[in-house]
Each structure stands twice: as structure tokens, then as C-alpha cells.
């Protein structure tokens, strides 16, 4: 089977009715909670993995793709009608966006944002389909050695980079691994922390955490912030035409922030939130004008939003080819891949090439429809934001408690539900990143096992983490990101 | 506002290493699996050594001046109830979700929940919180198959 073949065999089933009506539901809803402030797609996707259960995974995975794709997207929608970004890669969009919105020029504002996320992700994806076979092949020779400096250097990556104090980044990455330990050991059948109790033995599931740690938690400064009403005073959006002008600057941007993007959402850690605001001041010095910049620039606006876009494709790259994802949002994309049955990594390119390039064609679509379908309706869909609020609290929470309730049928796992909302929002107050904990909550596991495979091998000589050059590449590379934020801080306290 | 944060950190970083600690003492009392090389102990108790070594590095590590603290501000005395019901209507709502049902139960929660959190409009309320659960438990029955709790409807 070459990718040809593949690649149209995934596009048959996107585009079949079927595909479409999924597609529109997954880009709508997404968009919905994704415009909300907070709620970004890690809530999106968690809250639809109960939908997809036991459906065609291609279908699913369409579903899945347009949720993700509609989350980012309703994110910058936020960004430009409120100036209020419901996620943080997205704030980089309101610098001009929201300033094209105050001008009136809001429509052009969103057409000009979903045109360039259409770029990015689509200029993306093609990069990706090139990538992702050459890297699955070089890690068919892993072996878990290999693996586990895989997973510690995205651990390490994620912590130092995301924002805030790298020392609780580190500790929530610790915690997460320390959660996966609950449950029944899977080498020697030891039950690990279960305190007795049955409905522990299992481990607890993905699912519980993510919809714990970021919607219920969200929840939370939802009811803080019921008062605000900026959500209701959504003005009209006017025109969505753009002119000959704005296409002409948006050329360079464009063709300047997809290949970079791309490239920063396929490094671990790093992801949406740092290459749109990289983009958005490598931008600001290419241009003849950088006065405009922060006033409604067209390039100002274009450059963060094909950035972003092509990160969150490029961050699939990893998840694909080697089974690990990068990021917390990739990380419960990973637990969607798994209810449906699949294992991504180097294997799955190889026996199931139909699953991979679906899941390829399926981002296209989802990048396409959402650029066909979901711009026309975003008078509409914005419409929805005059929800008043503590409805809208009401019905998450609902949505949340039954979602978790439709996967494993137990209350136990409904008050375990309520205390990851509660650990959530706690670390919110104390500013503890939540992202390093669901990762290493997923990778946990995995990473775990390889370690004491690797140990077993060598029975019990840890030289054998130090006689693999990849592996000794890739624990390097870990030191060196653990060491920067620590260098960044000191130049900038001189 | 520096020295609060600081001592913020410094009651954490306790909590952290207390946790640490109890975590330490289960992981040595896992009972041995003889024929491995490398038993189900090693990870859970080098995790506990690092949160301990994390705890205290963050004990003593000033505020990065980049970090930005949520405010808690002064009124959040009846924030904080307003938070505590909802979740006490939460826990009452899981509790007797089996027992009740699923359509009866949520159409309480999300109209008492919403009332709870200011909202006058009875119309409306009533109208949602009873339209959700029914098309919601229609769509899970019926279409995906999922079985949600009837409880005491004959349904």
C-alpha cells in the first residue's frame, strides 16, 4: 500500500455523508467550547471521547479532528470578538485581531484568522505525511531504552516550557506519574496504592483526570466570573469579504509561519502557545511597518494564526510515528486513539496504513470544513455565548459528570471525577501548570514499563541507559531544556 | 504580596513533602515479587524521593518574578460558599443518580444549580433543565446505546 492509496482511501470515508455530518458536528461543537473562556480543546475532546465509543474509527477520528480543529479555532474566534482567548495559544491572535474587531472589521478579522489557520494546518499536514513515515521507520529500531529517554525528554520539555515556575511544572509532571501508579501493577500483578479498594485496581482512567483537572476545574473560575457579561455583548461581525489588499499581505506571513510552525509543534513541549508568539514577533521585525502592528495589522493577525495552526498539526507527528505524544492536548488525543483500539507508533504506519492515513486525510477535512462550513456560521455559533452563564455552568458540570458515568457505569469513578476538579482547581490558585500532569499521566505508563523492561534486559544495570547513542542524544537534550529556563531567568534578572 | 506567595510556596511545599512521605511508606510496604529483576517498588519509590527533592527546592526557591498568582480577593468569603454548594449539590447529584435516575435527577441539578447561581429565569430554566435530560437520554439509550440509569421511571 503506498500513501497514495491510502491517503484516498482515508478521503473516501471522510467524504462520504456520513463523514460530512460528523465532521460539522465535530467542528460546531468544538468551535462552541472552544470559544468559551477557558474551556480549550483538551475539555473539547475529553467531553466527546464518550460520544465515539464503538463507532468506525475512521469516523470517530474525522469527528475527533474537527472537535480539535473547531476548539483552536473557536479559540481565536474568542480572541477577536472578546479579546478574552480561550486558550493560550490563542493570545497572541488578540494583539490585532481584537483591534480589527474594534475598527468594525471583525468578519474580515475571522476570515483572514480561519484562511491562515487553513494554511498552517494545511501546509502542515503535507510536511507531516512526509515526516511522520521517515520517523516511524527509524523508531521501529527502539527498543525501551530508546523509548523511556523518549518520554522523559517530552516530560522534561513540557515542564520547562510551559508557563510559570519550572519547579511546580516539575512537581505536577511527578504527581501525574504518581496517580498512574494507583492500580494493579502490570508485571507482577501487585496491587500499587488502592487502599483496598476494588474500584482502584483498574488504575483510574484518563478520562476522569483530564475532565477533572480542566473542565470541572474551569468550572470553578466560571462561577467566579458569572458576573461578566462581556460574552453577551458580542456586536454584529459585518462583512466576512476580505479584499485583493489583505491576500497580498497576508502572502508572506503565511508562507513564512506554516513550515516554522510546524516545526516548533513537532518538538515536545513547545506547541501552539510558544510558535504563535514567536511567529507574531518574528513578524513584527521582518515588516516595513511595524507600527501598524498591535492596531489591526493584516500581518500581525495572519502570522500567529498560521503558526498555531501548523503547531497543533506538526505536534501530531510524534503522537503518529511514535506513540508519544508532546503536549497535554496531543496526550488526550492519545487516550481518544486508544478507546477506539488504535496504538499509534511506528507499528501502526506499518500493519494499518488505512488507520494512519485516515487519521491524516481526517485533519485535512477537518481543516477544510472548518474553513467551508463553520466560517458561514460563526454569526451563529457566536450567538450561542449569550447563554447566560450559570446555565452554562449547570449543563458542563452535567456533561462532564456524564461523560465519566458513560464509560465505566461506576458513581466511585463520578466522586473521583469531583476530586481531580478539586486538585484542578487548587492548582490553579497556587499557579501549578495542569498540562505536565495529564502528560505524564498518559505517558506514565508506558514510561514505566520501559524502564524496567530496559532494567530487566540488563538485569538491573542501569549502564544500559548510557550504552544507546539515541538514547544519550535524548537525555542530553532533556538536561539542556531542564537548564534553560534557569539560564533565561538569570539574564533576564541582570 | 511577594511574601505571601513565598509563604504559599513554603505551606505547599510541606503538604508535597507530607504526601511524598505517606507515599514513601506505602511503596516500602509493597509486598516483593521474587523472580524480577526489577520489582513493582522502583518507579513509586523514586518518585517519591523526587517529589521530596522538588518540595524542597521549591521551599526555597524565591518567586519568579514572571509568575503571575491568581488574585484571591477579599470577597471570596462568599465565593467560597457559593463554590462549596455547588459542590455539595454535586456530590448530591452523583449520589442518587443510580437510585433516582438519570432524567429526574438531572432535571433537578441543572435547575436548582442554575437558581443557585443567580438565575431568575424561571421560564427558561424549567424549559432547559427539563428539554436536556430527556433528548440527552433519548440520544445515550437509543442512538449510541449507552445506558444511563432509569431508576424510578418505568421507562
Redo the contacts between chains.
Keep these: 500500500m503506498n500513501a497514495m492509496q491510502g491517503i484516498m482511501q482515508g478521503f473516501e470515508v471522510a467524504f462520504s455523508l456520513e463523514g460530512i455530518f460528523f465532521v460539522l458536528i465535530g467542528v460546531t461543537a468544538g468551535t462552541l467550547i472552544g470559544m468559551l473562556p477557558g474551556l480549550g480543546p483538551i475539555t473539547a475532546i475529553a467531553i466527546m471521547i464518550p460520544m465515539i465509543y464503538g463507532m468506525d474509527p475512521t469516523i470517530a477520528m474525522v469527528l475527533m479532528a474537527g472537535v480539535y480543529y473547531g476548539a483552536v479555532f473557536g479559540g481565536s474566534t474568542a480572541s477577536i470578538l472578546l479579546n478574552a482567548p480561550g486558550i493560550s495559544g490563542t493570545v497572541a491572535t488578540a494583539f490585532d485581531g481584537y483591534p480589527m474587531a474594534q475598527q468594525g472589521k471583525a468578519g474580515q478579522a475571522l476570515a483572514i484568522a480561519a484562511i491562515s489557520s487553513f494554511t498552517g494546518g494545511t501546509v502542515s499536514i503535507v510536511l507531516l505525511m512526509l515526516f511522520a513515515p521517515t520517523l516511524a521507520s527509524v523508531a521501529v529500531s527502539f527498543g525501551p531504552v530508546e523509548y523511556f529517554a523518549l518520554m522523559f525528554m517530552g516530560l522534561v520539555a513540557i515542564s520547562s516550557l510551559s508557563e510559570g515556575s519550572v519547579i511546580k511544572a516539575l512537581i505536577s509532571g511527578v504527581l501525574g506519574l504518581m496517580a498512574v501508579t494507583i492500580g494493579i501493577d502490570a508485571q507482577t500483578g501487585t496491587p500499587r496504592f488502592t487502599f483496598g479498594n476494588p474500584n482502584l485496581l483498574e488504575g483510574i482512567d484518563f478520562l476522569i483526570v483530564a475532565l477533572g483537572l480542566f473542565a470541572l476545574a474551569e468550572v470553578a473560575f466560571l462561577i467566579k466570573k458569572r458576573h461578566d457579561d462581556s460574552l453577551a455583548k458580542t456586536q454584529n461581525i459585518g462583512s466576512l469579504k476580505l479584499t485583493k489588499q489583505d491576500f497580498k499581505e497576508m502572502k508572506g506571513p503565511l508562507l513564512r509561519h506554516s513550515p516554522f510552525g510546524f516545526i516548533m509543534g513537532v518538538l515536545p513541549g513547545a506547541g501552539a502557545t510558544i510558535s504563535s508568539f514567536i511567529s507574531y514577533v518574528i513578524e513584527k521585525r521582518f515588516t516595513k511597518k511595524p507600527e501598524e502592528f498591535g492596531k489591526g495589522s493584516v500581518k500581525g493577525l495572519a502570522a500567529p494564526e498560521a503558526s498555531n495552526n501548523a503547531a497543533t498539526s506538526g505536534s501530531f507527528v510524534p503522537l503518529l510515528s511514535l506513540g508519544i505524544p508532546g503536549s497535554g492536548t496531543t496526550a488526550v488525543m492519545l487516550g481518544a486513539l486508544l478507546v477506539l483500539g488504535i496504538n499509534p507508533g511506528p507499528l501502526l504506519f506499518q500493519d494499518h496504513p488505512v488507520v494512519f492515513w485516515g487519521i491524516v486525510a481526517s485533519m485535512y477535512i477537518g481543516n477544510l470544513f472548518l474553513l467551508v462550513l463553520n466560517l458561514p456560521l460563526i454569526p451563529y455559533i457566536a450567538k450561542i455565548l449569550k447563554i447566560p452563564r450559570p446555565l452554562l455552568i449547570s449543563l458542563v458540570m452535567m456533561f462532564c459528570i456524564i461523560g465519566v458515568y458513560s464509560i465505566s457505569f461506576n458513581i466511585f469513578d463520578l466522586y473521583l471525577l469531583l476530586i481531580f476538579g478539586v486538585i484542578g482547581y487548587l492548582f490553579r490558585i497556587y499557579s501549578f501548570p495542569a498540562p505536565p500532569f495529564i502528560l505524564a499521566f498518559v505517558l506514565g505508563g508506558m514510561m514505566e514499563q520501559s524502564l524496567r523492561q530496559a532494567l530487566t534486559i540488563s538485569n538491573g544495570d542501569y549502564m544500559i541507559f548510557l550504552e544507546s547513542p539515541i538514547a544519550i542524544g535524548l537525555f542530553v537534550v532533556s538536561i539542556l531544556s531542564f537548564a534553560y529556563p534557569f539560564l533565561r531567568d538569570r539574564k533576564r534578572k541582570r | 504580596m511577594k511574601s505571601m506567595l513565598r509563604s504559599?510556596n513554603r505551606k505547599?511545599s510541606l503538604i508535597?513533602i507530607a504526601l511524598a512521605i505517606g507515599?514513601l511508606i506505602?511503596s516500602y510496604q509493597?509486598?516483593p515479587?521474587p523472580f524480577?529483576?526489577?520489582?513493582?517498588d522502583?518507579?513509586?519509590k523514586a518518585?517519591?524521593y523526587?517529589?521530596i527533592i522538588?518540595?524542597i527546592?521549591?521551599f526555597f526557591?524565591g518567586?519568579?518574578?514572571?509568575?503571575?498568582?491568581?488574585k484571591?480577593d477579599s470577597r471570596s468569603a462568599s465565593?467560597m460558599f457559593?463554590?462549596l454548594m455547588?459542590?455539595a449539590l454535586?456530590?448530591l447529584?452523583?449520589?442518587l443518580?443510580?437510585i433516582i435516575g438519570?432524567v429526574i435527577t438531572?432535571v433537578f441539578?441543572?435547575f436548582i444549580?442554575?437558581?443557585?447561581?443567580?438565575?431568575k429565569?424561571y421560564k427558561?430554566?424549567i424549559t432547559?433543565?427539563i428539554l436536556?435530560p430527556v433528548v440527552?437520554f433519548y440520544i445515550?439509550n437509543y442512538l449510541?446505546?449507552?445506558?444511563?440509569p432509569s431508576g424510578i421511571l418505568p421507562i
Excluded at chain 2, 36 to 40: I, R, W
Excluded at chain 2, 113 to 119: D, E, N, P, T
Design positions: 504559599s505547599i508535597l507515599y506505602l509493597l509486598p515479587y524480577v529483576p526489577v520489582d513493582s522502583l518507579m513509586p518518585l517519591g523526587l517529589l522538588l518540595s527546592v521549591l526557591s518567586n519568579n518574578d514572571a509568575e503571575k498568582e491568581t484571591v465565593e457559593l463554590l455547588v459542590t454535586v456530590i447529584y452523583i449520589s443518580l443510580e438519570f438531572t441539578f441543572i444549580c442554575s437558581l443557585v447561581l443567580g438565575y429565569n427558561v430554566n432547559v433543565s436536556f440527552l445515550f449510541l446505546q449507552i445506558r444511563l
